[in-house]
């Protein structure tokens, strides 16, 4: 087996940084492994102020997941209705990953969404990794 | 007082120790870059990291350490190999740090990490992501280091000494002096960044990150992807590095180079992307600037492949 080669100033320096990285990696790591861990908890509403361009109503919503634990494939269906309850426009988007607390803004773009509308919005469902 | 320097010097080393440490990190960073980048830019890694729990983040820490302490052992994270099992995992470490460190970075560039990523989403990503560029720095330094002692053969074969091989390193220095040499460097930059972003270019990451990406940032991702480039040629010690710098030819000093090759890059860039449909004829310039920017960083590092392969 071959010997120990001797460490030069530099390289002792450049150990114990390494050393200190990779120590905080693994404590963050083993810190986050002991916190309780919550389910994943999806809440989705508007974020925003309605905005009309032409015949288009843009809504801003923030989908956001206040458990611990990733929701995959995060299903959020929004639905436009007028004063009598009648649907007028729906729309539906999928986020992908949505870790635990963390939150995506969404844009939803309807036709024909008068001022009076309302919107409703619900996640219907989302994937567990 | 006297004393007192040759302490500091045996505790801290001197001016050349610390030049060689910094190129030996340097040709790590540079290593990783070369070998994990393309993984950087594929979002089933991110999402892998993303949706990883912190017993799963663990896991492929320990996992990962495995394979680069066996590559270390066998080719050395430096230039002195083999190594006692001691000092391989000294440089097991060392090279995990370096993957750590150098794929944040670049995860911070591209917007995959800021400052509203959860703690757990960011680990995972940085350990996914880190593990084959920590192989990268392992392996590369061997791998480079080959076309370098055939470069030194060359040399010995000049001064007529054993060990000598056929041909003439300096006659083959000379021949690439020139018009030559720069459509050799050219070629080489163009097949090397073909190579990379190819694997890339048809895949939805360059839209979904180009749709993200502010000035300022592709600003960023210009001056890193020139960085690193230099650094590989010309920084980081591998292949025949002295060779390189002694070319006359036109374009060939290492700043016009690593610029022209990086102008280079962004045309194949711009072109694959047009080729696979992710850019078309007629698009809006900004939205070419921004995907071909983006494009730029992986195809110029293999551009900078390409050239050491020369």
Partial sequence: ?129 | MTGGVATQVALFGDESAWRTEATDLLRGVAGGMLFGTPLLFTMEVWGIGAAATPAGIARSLGLSIVPVFLLVQTAGFRRQAPLHPLDAARETVEAIAVGIVTVTAVLVLLGQITLRTPAVDALGKIVFEGAPFALGAAVASHLFRQARDQGDQGDQADRGQPGATQGSARAVVADRHGWHGTAADLGSTIIGALFVSSNIAPTAEIPMLAAAASPLRLLAIVGVTLIVTYAIVFGAGFGDQQKRREQRGVLQHPLTETTTAYLVALVVAAAVLLFFGNLHVGDPWPQVLDHAVLLGLPAAVGGAAGRLAV
Wanted: charged share 20%.
């Fill in chain 1, 1 to 129: 087996m071959t010997g120990r080669r001797p460490l030069a100033g530099p390289e002792r320096i450049t150990f114990a940084i390494s050393v200190a990285i990779l120590l905080a990696l693994v404590g963050s790591i083993a810190w986050l492994g002991i916190q309780p861990r919550t389910e994943a908890t999806i809440t989705v509403e508007v974020s925003g102020d309605r905005r009309t361009v032409g015949p288009q109503t843009y809504v801003t919503v923030r989908v956001a997941n206040a458990g611990d634990e990733t929701a995959e494939a995060v299903q959020v269906m929004a639905k436009v209705t007028d004063p009598a309850g009648e649907v007028v426009a729906e729309g539906e988007q999928t986020v992908d990953f949505l870790s635990g607390h963390e939150d995506e803004d969404l844009v939803f773009v309807f036709e024909g969404a008068a001022p009076e509308t309302e919107i409703e919005l619900r996640v219907a469902s989302y994937l567990v990794p």
